[in-house]
């Protein structure tokens, strides 16, 4: 009962009052408004980090595309460089079987060419001996046989030779 | 009432030098000292509410030092309530968080020279412990229903001879006892700590120039006492509270 005697009914209410002013003001200031700001904070650091992994993984894509892209290049690369080896193969075997037709053209006209002369040089050659052999034989045995008889006598002689 | 506060020894304050500038034994100076503790009261829900104003009146996103500061306090007691409520605290965030505030402000009060704990009156404890019990009542009505509500209050198990009547009404009868128990246990506590710390810092202030060593000592002490006060008044309502609200899943 002594305990009893220090409670005012008053005060006890002026007190109810105060506290519900107090809630009443500090709902609106700071309740409503800071916890407003730690949640949209909340939520824009939340969205931040999304966006950070979104682009994280928007990168991990690129990086994986690039390889790809990178390692069909090289293949390309490759390719190319295998194709142009075989080309230029091609065209080198094909300049050599040229110049080969074209040396053997040339070898072929030089053959030719030395036939020609060699049958023209004989020919000359008979000629020559034709005239140094009736020249000696004019002189050897002048006027003992005429020209007929000469002629037929160097043929023969000549076709000697020949078979010779 | 006003021998009741007569009697307690205590620091002079600003209260008591008007009271006697008025003279005490004049209504006015009667009225003045009776009505000190909620003087003081409203002069720290003045305080509170400007310091609040201040700090959110441009919330923004970068916060300064201040709105920083409140940031801490209200993102801390948010977490408080929400780790012992669940996410369904946030709506008792306001209630629990302006207790803490309110009680942690009016215990500190009584070490400023010149200053009063109103808490050190159980007229102002028992004001808020009323809030507490009528607050813990209607959000259990509000959340459980009438029937849940009286579910709650006939406890289990329930169901064979005995457990169906005699039992739950014992229950009953307990749930009510406690229920109104609380609000007394919670005011005397937190009455009975601060106007101890502030009947010891009186007397060793009446020691002079000998007791300041002590005295230092014993504001110190009085600074724990009356955070933990604070803490005690906050954390047994958030208690009160989730034995009503999750009492389902218990």
């Known amino acids: 009962m002594e305990l009893l005697k220090l409670l005012s009914t008053n005060e006890i209410i002026a007190q109810v009052l105060g506290f519900l002013i107090l809630l009443t003001l500090l709902r609106v200031f700071a309740w409503k408004r800071v916890l407003g700001v730690l949640d949209k904070r909340k939520e824009r650091i939340a969205q931040e980090f999304k966006k950070i992994e979104e682009t994280r993984a928007d990168i ?10 990178l390692g069909s290049i090289e293949e390309a690369a490759k390719d190319k460089m295998h194709a142009a080896s075989l080309e230029s193969k091609i065209i080198l075997e094909d300049a050599r079987k040229a110049a080969h037709i074209q040396a053997q053209g040339i070898i072929d006209n030089a053959k030719a060419g030395v036939k020609y002369e060699l049958a023209k040089a004989k020919d000359e050659l008979k000629n020559e001996i034709i005239d140094l052999t009736l020249k000696a034989t004019e002189n050897v045995i002048k006027e003992k046989l005429n020209q007929e008889g000469d002629k037929k006598l160097v043929r023969e002689f000549l076709e000697g030779v020949d078979k010779l | 009432m006003v021998e009741a506060h007569q009697t307690q020894s205590e620091l002079p304050n600003l209260v008591s030098f008007l009271a006697e500038a008025v003279g005490k034994s004049t209504h006015l100076g009667e009225q003045v000292i009776l009505w000190q503790n909620v ?25 300064g030092k201040l709105q920083n500061a409140i940031e801490l306090v209200v993102g801390g007691l948010d977490d408080f309530v929400c780790g012992i409520l669940g996410k369904q605290g946030r709506r008792y965030t306001p209630f629990i968080g302006t207790l803490f505030i309110y009680i942690l402000f009016m215990n500190l009060s009584g070490i400023i020279p010149f200053l009063k704990s109103p808490t050190a009156s159980w007229s102002t404890t028992l004001g808020l412990a009323f809030c507490v019990f009528v607050y813990v009542q209607y959000a259990a009505f509000k959340e ?6 009286l579910d709650h209050m006939l406890g289990k198990p329930r169901g064979i001879l005995a457990f169906s009547v005699f039992i739950p009404l014992m229950m009953f009868i307990l749930h009510i006892v406690s229920e109104l128990v609380r609000p007394l246990s919670l005011s005397l506590r937190l009455r009975s700590n601060i106007w101890g710390d502030d009947l010891l810092l009186a007397v060793l202030a009446g020691f ?3 007791g300041i060593p002590l005295l230092v000592f014993s504001m110190l002490l009085a600074i724990l006492a009356a955070v933990v006060q604070a803490v005690v008044f906050s954390l047994l309502t958030t208690i009160y509270f989730s034995l009503v609200l999750t009492h389902e899943e218990v």
């Not at chain 2, 003087?39 to 916060?63: D, E, N, Q």
């Not at chain 2, 459980?144 to 509500?149: D, E, K, P, Q, S």
Request: charged share 20%; net charge positive; hydrophobic share 50%.
């Open chain 1, 60 to 69: 991990e894509k690129l990086k994986t595309d690039y390889n790809a892209k």
């Open chain 2, 39 to 63: 003087i003081f009261s409203l002069l720290i829900v003045f305080i509170i509410s400007l310091i609040a104003y201040l700090a959110s009146r441009k919330p923004k996103m970068i916060p």
């Open chain 2, 144 to 149: 459980l229903g009438f029937l849940g509500y």
């Open chain 2, 208 to 210: 002079g120039p000998a």
